[in-house]
């Protein structure tokens, strides 16, 4: 899984992977027991099972051979329930992830902090697409706080979180009406990403995203439409820019837009992570297709 904000420079690991088709050792290596279970259970969430879902990730938790393996059968399980909305369970599983990486500060400090940060904005995350945005606006603040703990010499530069953080406030500003306090927002996440180039070749393409998120919760359509058609077109692999494009047209009326567009995020959010569980039930809700019974 991979959060909504990487870091990593994607491009360059997978002109690597490209480069190198010859699986190593491990990777031939059949799956491990808890890696099938955790694989079927996310396949389940994507269907729409997911108590037949969190069924097998308790199984994957309860059966993992080390403390690493318990911590991402414990992120799959937030992401179960991510997919039913469930902020509160997604906020109790992800803490138990970071209580993991925080036994991890001592041997591997850049990371174990840069981890927290992440499970705590990752929390977040579902947390805005379910709508509690008071729990939301307090995981982003500590998710910052926490990355902000990495010693130097840093992985991750401070303008990361300070870009991060606006662009959440904004949204949860926007959500709430504020227009003005989202607007300052967005212009600091703008100043951010001007003030460290470095940082901004990677995150550039969500700014689109942020100015067009904003514009569609305070009702100014044009520019939702206009910047989110750019969102889309520089992030053509999350759902979740689609079902916001889709909102848009629905709202300028243009209702066979809006349905191809959700059918386009419905057939993409395959994945196992916060954009893809909120846009696939989402989506499936607004074209009217029915999720499958739970299984006996």
């Not at 308790?58 to 992401?79: L, Y």
């Not at 989202?182 to 951010?192: E, I, L, N, S, T």
């Not at 349905?259 to 989402?282: D, Q, V």
Request: hydrophobic share 40%; proline share 5%.
């Amino acid at each position: 899984m991979t959060s909504s904000f990487g870091f990593i420079a994607r491009g360059a690991l997978a002109a690597h992977l490209l480069a190198t088709p010859v699986l190593s050792a491990q990777q031939q290596q059949p799956a491990t027991p808890q890696q099938t279970l955790i694989r079927e259970a996310s396949r389940l969430d994507t269907r729409g099972l997911t108590a037949n879902a969190r069924a097998l990730f308790q199984r994957a938790i309860d059966s993992a051979a080390t403390p690493a393996a318990r911590a991402a059968a414990q992120r799959a399980m937030a992401m179960s329930y991510a997919f039913d909305a469930d902020c509160t369970n997604t906020v109790k599983y992800e803490e138990m992830v970071m209580a993991y990486w925080r036994t991890r500060e001592a041997d591997e400090p850049q990371n174990a902090f840069y981890q927290q940060g992440e499970m705590a904005n990752e929390a977040a995350r579902v947390c805005i697409d379910a709508g509690d945005l008071d729990t939301a606006e307090r995981m982003y603040k500590l998710g910052s706080e926490l990355g902000n703990k990495e010693p130097a010499a840093r992985t991750h530069p401070a303008s990361l979180w300070d870009y991060r953080l606006h662009h959440a406030q904004a949204r949860l500003a926007a959500r709430r009406g504020k227009a003005d306090e989202a607007q300052w927002h967005v212009a600091a996440a703008r100043r951010a990403l001007d003030g460290d180039t470095a940082m901004a070749r990677g995150q550039e393409r969500y700014y689109p995203y942020l100015v067009g998120y904003v514009a569609l919760y305070t009702n100014d359509l044009k520019t939702a439409e206009s910047e989110l058609t750019k969102a889309v077109a520089m992030n053509d692999r999350d759902p979740f820019q689609y079902v916001l494009l889709a909102m848009t047209y629905e709202k300028l009326g243009q209702g066979d837009r809006a349905k191809e567009l959700y059918g386009k995020a419905f057939e993409m959010a395959t994945g196992h992570n916060p954009p893809n569980a909120h846009s696939r039930p989402f989506a499936r809700r607004k074209l009217g297709l029915k999720a499958p019974d739970a299984m006996p």
